[in-house]
């Protein structure tokens, strides 16, 4: 006779949908231990399990779940991961390492693994560890950039700016289009007062992603030491964009049309100036450049009227 009872996968199914469309985390749990009740052995279901308690900071019923699916596939690359993440968030990190490095072991070329050793690393203050690992992640994978550009950030963050820079050019070797090794590059170019060096750099992380508000901001800040108002316009521009929510963006846009206002007087400009301003002010009512520029805009109306009459 037929039955109309839900296997394990379906069950499976229909948790994945619970957890991923509806982000219903209960209806998820429920679904995946009908899964788990029909096949104790369906390892997936245990992850994911193990994953919605981790987001919900149950971390010893994340541990159990995660520990059971390595039990039924010791070789679980992304069970030990997970377990070294959950022991990471209680704060338990020589458990912590002790999983990534059994990934290592599976694995040597596991990037995530090395990422989060580094962290640790990073974390307790140990950074000549944190670069041990990155230098034994190159030699491992000498074609991946990300070691490259990990060791570069930590020499960045520690002004080392001569290595941190010969980092970046390695990754952008292997990689010519990671945006974060561009903009890294960017960002110590303006530290070591080298604008035009730095517009390159910024210009292809625009290309290669047209959102990147920061990108688009520092190219507006370039351009103004280069004394291209025009063009510093057309950047800030393309930021708000993006966002509009952008206070200081704004205020650097009203700056620079109030220049071309005071050369070309246009009584459209400024009013969408002041517009500007007022939203700024209305944003962060204490933000001193708005304040000081509109109240320079009304003087200067103030004195137009009193010549006009």
């Known amino acids: 006779m037929a039955t109309n009872k839900k296997t394990a996968q379906q069950w499976f199914l229909e948790a994945y949908h619970y957890d991923l469309l509806e982000q219903?985390?209960?209806?998820?749990?429920?679904?995946?231990?009908?899964?788990?009740?029909?096949?104790?052995?369906?390892?997936?279901?245990?992850?994911?399990?193990?994953l919605i308690y981790l987001k919900q900071e149950d971390y010893e019923k994340a541990l159990h779940h995660f520990a059971r699916a390595l039990q039924l596939e010791p070789e679980n690359i992304e069970a030990y991961i997970n377990l070294g993440y959950t022991y990471e968030k209680m704060d338990r990190f020589g458990s912590a390492r002790q999983m990534?490095?059994?990934?290592?072991?599976?694995?040597?070329?596991?990037?995530?693994?090395?990422?989060?050793?580094?962290?640790?690393?990073?974390?307790?203050a140990d950074y000549n560890g944190a670069i041990s690992l990155w230098k034994k992640a190159i030699e491992v994978d000498p074609y991946a950039p990300q070691p490259h550009f990990f060791l570069g950030s930590i020499y960045d963050r520690h002004d080392m700016f001569d290595e941190a820079f010969e980092e970046y050019r390695k990754a952008l070797e292997i990689d010519p289009h990671h945006v974060k090794a561009l903009f890294n590059m960017g960002r110590l170019y303006l530290q070591q007062g080298e604008p035009r060096k730095a517009f390159d750099p910024f210009s292809r992380v625009v290309e290669i992603s047209a959102d990147n508000t920061a990108a688009w901001n520092y190219l507006g800040y370039i351009y103004e030491t280069l004394?291209?108002?025009?063009?510093?316009?057309?950047?800030?521009?393309?930021?708000?964009?993006?966002?509009?929510?952008?206070?200081?963006?704004?205020?650097?846009?009203?700056?620079?049309?109030?220049?071309?206002?005071?050369?070309?007087?246009?009584?459209?400009?400024?009013?969408?100036?002041?517009?500007?301003?007022?939203?700024?002010?209305?944003?962060?009512?204490?933000?001193?450049?708005?304040?000081?520029?509109?109240?320079?805009i009304q003087l200067h109306r103030s004195r137009q009227n009193r010549t006009e009459n």
């Open 227 to 296: 004394s291209s108002i025009e063009n510093a316009i057309f950047a800030y521009t393309k930021s708000l964009l993006v966002n509009n929510y952008q206070e200081d963006v704004h205020y650097n846009l009203a700056r620079l049309q109030y220049l071309q206002y005071r050369s070309d007087p246009n009584p459209v400009l400024l009013e969408g100036i002041k517009v500007r301003l007022q939203y700024v002010l209305g944003a962060n009512p204490r933000h001193r450049g708005a304040k000081q520029l509109l109240g320079m």
């Open 24 to 50: 219903s985390a209960e209806k998820a749990i429920k679904a995946y231990k009908r899964c788990i009740q029909i096949d104790p052995e369906y390892k997936d279901a245990y992850i994911n399990l193990g």
């Open 100 to 124: 990534y490095e059994q990934s290592l072991k599976i694995n040597p070329r596991h990037m995530e693994a090395f990422i989060n050793l580094a962290n640790i690393a990073e974390m307790q």
